[in-house]
């Protein structure tokens, strides 16, 4: 966790890690190595309820947040206005492009997905698997794994997850 983080944190009563799902975003600046963001959200976490938020701060333009990405953050059970985005835990663009490019080119050797590609939210695969869609089975397993690895999903609620997913393909 980032010194910032750290602080913030180390003064809440009851935090709790949770995830921020990016709705929007300000544009980064090209040239920029960092600078200010500004972002709206929806964060949630056990134990909180669902609430949107503005967010806004100063990082590397490397780890620039956008619209869908959903940011692992720490909140405040006791005090859900306090909260706090876990940047150290944020790939850079790069790191993300790459795990894209490495489980894409496994799926088209027919290799089962590695954990850690891009995650998702689970209501937004629930939503997926609900609606009828056709997910494509090695991405939503690989970001299913991803959250399971992150502590986001239990293990019972990992195991329905991919159980459903497996019986949609």
């Not at 019972?156 to 497996?166: D, H, P, V």
């Given at each position: 966790m980032g010194l910032i983080a750290k602080f913030k944190t180390s003064h809440m009563k009851d935090p709790v890690h949770g995830t921020a799902?990016?709705?929007?975003?300000?544009?980064?600046?090209?040239?920029?190595?960092?600078?200010?963001?500004?972002?709206?959200?929806?964060?949630?976490?056990?134990?909180?309820?669902?609430?949107?938020a503005t967010h806004s701060g100063f990082i590397s333009t490397s780890k620039w947040p956008y619209g869908g990405q959903v940011l692992p953050v720490t909140i405040d059970?006791?005090?859900?206005?306090?909260?706090?985005?876990?940047?150290?835990?944020?790939?850079?663009?790069?790191?993300?492009?790459?795990?894209?490019a490495d489980a894409l080119a496994a799926r088209m050797r027919g290799e089962p997905p590695s954990a850690g590609d891009a995650a998702a939210e689970p209501a937004q695969l629930q939503a997926s698997l609900e609606r009828g869609t056709e997910p494509d089975t090695a991405d939503e397993l690989t970001k299913l794994a991803d959250l399971h690895d992150r502590g986001v999903l239990t293990?019972?609620?990992?195991?329905?997850?991919?159980?459903?997913?497996?019986a949609q393909s």
């Open positions: 799902t990016v709705t929007g975003a300000t544009g980064a600046d090209p040239t920029a190595t960092s600078q200010n963001y500004r972002i709206d959200c929806v964060v949630q976490a056990e134990g909180v309820p669902a609430f949107s059970r006791a005090n859900p206005s306090k909260w706090v985005i876990n940047w150290d835990q944020v790939q850079t663009g790069a790191q993300a492009a790459r795990e894209q293990d019972t609620e990992f195991e329905s997850q991919k159980a459903k997913i497996l």
